[in-house]
C-alpha cells in the first residue's frame, strides 16, 4: 500500500499548468506547487475563464508595467474543488465547491491596514508578473481568499466572481443607486458586467455605448434599457452625445468608462450632467488627452479603480439569488489540453462574438 507522502508525490508530478514561455507561446507543462502552509487550501481548479489582461501577456508578454520576464502560469479568473486544507482552516472541509480571490495582500502596509488592500504595493496577484496564476489542475491559496459556493451556483459562475468583481467594485466607488442614470462606455465583458452590476445595484436607467454592433446586441439582451453605436472619430463626439442623451431620457448621473481611451473617456466626461460622476474602469491608454478643465467646471468628479476588494461575498449573493445571471456571458468552452488552451487563446485574442472564454478542467 503506498504511504500518504508517495501519494503526494505522485500528485504533484501529475499536476499541470500552462505556462507562457514567450509571445504567444503557451505550453502545458509540470507546476510543483508550493508547500500546503497551515492557512492554506488545495484546490483542484474546475474552471477558469481568460481575461483581457491574460491575453495582452499572451499578445506582448506585458500589461502596463507588468512585464513578463520569465516562463509564468497564465490565468485568475477561477473556482474548483478543495481537496486538502492547512491544520488552521476551520471554515472549508476537503470537497468545498470554491471561487477564488486571487490577488494576495502583504495585510501589514498602510493601505491593507485600511481596507485598501487592493493597492497594497507588495500585492502577489495570480498570473500577473512574477505571481503564477491558476490555469493548472491544482493551486494552493490562502483559505481567507477562498470562498464557498452555494448549491444553486455553478462552478463557472464561481470563477466569473472576478470579473463581476470589478463591476461591482466600481458601482460602490460611484456610488450606483435607485436615483442614478448610468452611461456604460464600452461592451466588451467588464462593460457588461458592470451594467448588470448597476442594474443590481438598483440602478432605473443603463445605457451602453460601443463601436461594435454585435455586443451592443449582447447588452440589449442583457437587459439594457438602450444601446449606441458610436465611431472612434473624436469629430463625431457631438452628435454621438446628443443621442445618448436621448437614449438615456434625462441627465446622464454616472459614467463608467470601461475601456480607457481618449475618445471613450472624452465621451464619458461630456455625456455626464454637472455634479455628476465619471469612473474610469479601463485601462487601455496609459496617457490620455481629454476635455479635463470643462469637466472640473461643472464639478465633474473623476474617480477611478483597480481591481477590486471585498467583493465574493457580494458577487456569490448576487448570483445566488439570481439577481444576477453571468451564464450568457460565457459564449466558449474549452478543455485544458495543448490544442484547446492554444485554441482558447486565440479565440478570446480575435475577439468578435467572443465574450468570455472559458476552461472546463
Given at each position: ?360 478542467l
Amino acid at each position: 500500500m503506498m504511504h500518504t507522502e508517495e501519494n503526494e508525490q505522485v500528485e504533484e508530478m501529475m499536476n499541470m499548468a500552462a505556462w507562457l514561455l514567450g509571445i504567444k507561446n503557451l505550453q502545458i507543462q509540470p507546476y510543483h506547487l508550493p508547500p500546503l502552509g497551515p492557512n492554506d487550501v488545495k484546490v483542484q481548479i474546475k474552471a477558469l475563464g481568460i481575461c483581457g489582461s491574460d491575453v495582452h501577456h499572451f499578445k506582448n508578454m506585458r500589461v502596463a508595467n507588468f512585464i513578463v520576464k520569465k516562463p509564468m502560469v497564465i490565468g485568475h479568473e477561477c473556482a474548483g474543488i478543495i481537496k486538502d486544507i492547512g491544520s488552521n482552516v476551520k471554515s472549508l472541509a476537503i470537497g468545498d465547491r470554491v471561487a477564488l480571490e486571487p490577488g494576495i495582500s502583504c495585510q501589514t502596509c498602510n493601505l491593507c491596514k485600511n481596507g485598501t488592500y487592493n493597492l497594497c504595493k507588495k500585492m502577489k496577484f495570480f498570473g500577473s508578473p512574477p505571481t503564477n496564476g491558476s490555469l493548472a489542475n491544482q493551486v494552493v491559496h490562502h483559505s481567507n481568499l477562498v470562498f464557498k459556493l452555494p448549491d444553486n451556483v455553478s462552478l463557472e459562475e464561481g470563477a466569473m466572481c472576478e470579473p463581476l468583481s470589478v463591476g461591482v467594485h466600481a458601482c460602490r466607488r460611484a456610488g450606483v443607486n435607485p436615483d442614478t442614470k448610468v452611461l456604460i462606455v464600452g461592451a466588451g465583458p467588464i462593460g457588461l458586467v458592470t451594467m448588470l452590476a448597476a442594474r443590481a445595484f438598483g440602478a432605473p436607467r443603463v445605457v451602453v455605448a460601443d463601436v461594435d454592433q454585435h455586443r451592443l446586441s449582447i447588452a440589449k439582451n442583457l437587459g439594457a434599457d438602450g444601446t449606441i453605436q458610436v465611431s472612434t472619430n473624436i469629430q463625431d463626439l457631438g452628435e454621438e452625445i446628443s443621442k445618448i442623451h436621448k437614449i438615456i431620457g434625462e441627465n446622464v448621473d454616472i459614467s463608467f468608462d470601461c475601456v480607457g481611451f481618449d475618445k471613450t473617456m472624452s465621451t464619458a466626461l461630456t455625456a455626464t450632467r454637472a455634479g455628476g460622476k465619471v469612473c474610469l474602469v479601463g485601462l487601455g491608454q496609459s496617457r490620455m488627452t481629454i476635455p479635463l478643465v470643462a469637466a472640473a467646471a461643472r464639478e465633474v468628479d473623476v474617480i477611478g479603480i483597480f481591481r477590486y476588494r471585498n467583493t465574493w461575498p457580494l458577487c456569490i449573493e448576487l448570483l445566488r439569488t439570481g439577481k444576477i445571471d453571468v451564464k450568457p456571458l460565457i459564449t466558449h468552452r474549452y478543455k485544458f489540453t495543448q490544442e484547446d488552451v492554444e485554441k482558447a487563446f486565440e479565440t478570446s485574442a480575435k475577439g468578435g462574438s467572443a465574450i468570455k472564454v472559458m476552461f472546463n478542467l
